[in-house]
C-alpha cells in the first residue's frame, strides 16, 4: 500500500466537499420528507373516514400507502421540533428516511386480509380511552361510519371487529348514530379492561 503522505491534499479537500455536499443532501432529504408528511397529515384530516386513506393513496400518489404512512410518521415524530431534523448526523437522518422510530419491526398477517386496514394506527396510543377504562395494550378506532377496529399494542395493524352494515345516516340521525358508536367503544373498552386483567393475571402465573 502506498504512503498516505503520496495523497494530494487537493484530493482529501475534494473528499471533504463531496461529503460536506452528501450531508447536505441528506439533511435537505429529512426537511423534504417532513414537508411531504405535514401536506399528506392535512389531506389525512380532511378525508371523510379514514378508512378512504389507502385507496386516496393508490389513486392519486407515485408511491405507495406504506412509504406515505411513514412519511407521516416523520412528521408526527418531529412536528414539534422540526429544526430537530437539520442537527442529526448522517447515519441518523438515513435511519430517519428508512423508517421512523416509531415504526413497528415487522408485518403481522392475520387470517383474512379484508379485516386489515392500512393507517398510522400507532396514534391511537397517543390519546386516552373513550371511557374512563384503563387500557394499556388495546385501543379501539371508528374510522368510518360502521367499523370498529381492534388496535393491539405490539401488531402492526388493527383488526375489524364490528361492521354494523347501515347506509349512512340522514343529517337528522347524525347525532345519534355518533352517539351509538360511541357507545360501542366505550363497551369494548370496559370489556378489554377486564381482557388486560385476566391476562396480567395468567402472566404472573406462567
Excluded at 49 to 62: F, I, M, Q, R, Y
Excluded at 164 to 175: A, C, G, M, Q, V
Aim: glycine share 6%; aromatic share 10%.
Amino acid at each position: 500500500m502506498g504512503n498516505s503522505t503520496d495523497i494530494s491534499a487537493a484530493r482529501i479537500e475534494e473528499i471533504n466537499n463531496h461529503h460536506k455536499q452528501f450531508e447536505k443532501l441528506v439533511k435537505k432529504g429529512a426537511m423534504t420528507a417532513f414537508k411531504i408528511g405535514k401536506m399528506l397529515q392535512d389531506i389525512w384530516d380532511r378525508l371523510d373516514g379514514h378508512d378512504s386513506w389507502p385507496v386516496w393513496c393508490e389513486s392519486n400518489l407515485v408511491f405507495d400507502v406504506s412509504t406515505a404512512n411513514r412519511y407521516l410518521r416523520i412528521y408526527d415524530n418531529y412536528k414539534d421540533n422540526p429544526k430537530q431534523l437539520s442537527g442529526q448526523s448522517i447515519s441518523s437522518v438515513l435511519q430517519i428516511l428508512s423508517a421512523s422510530k416509531k415504526e413497528s419491526q415487522g408485518p403481522v398477517e392475520y387470517g383474512n386480509p379484508d379485516n386489515q386496514l392500512e393507517f398510522p394506527w400507532e396514534y391511537a396510543f397517543e390519546k386516552p380511552p373513550l371511557s374512563k377504562a384503563k387500557l394499556n395494550n388495546y385501543r379501539f378506532e371508528i374510522p368510518g361510519n360502521h367499523d370498529v377496529y381492534l388496535i393491539k399494542r405490539g401488531f402492526n395493524a388493527p383488526i375489524k371487529i364490528v361492521d354494523l352494515l347501515l347506509s349512512d345516516p340522514e343529517e337528522n340521525l347524525k347525532t345519534a348514530h355518533k352517539g351509538m358508536m360511541e357507545n360501542i367503544q366505550v363497551a369494548l373498552e370496559t370489556y378489554f379492561q377486564e381482557v388486560e386483567r385476566i391476562e396480567a393475571l395468567q402472566e404472573a402465573h406462567g
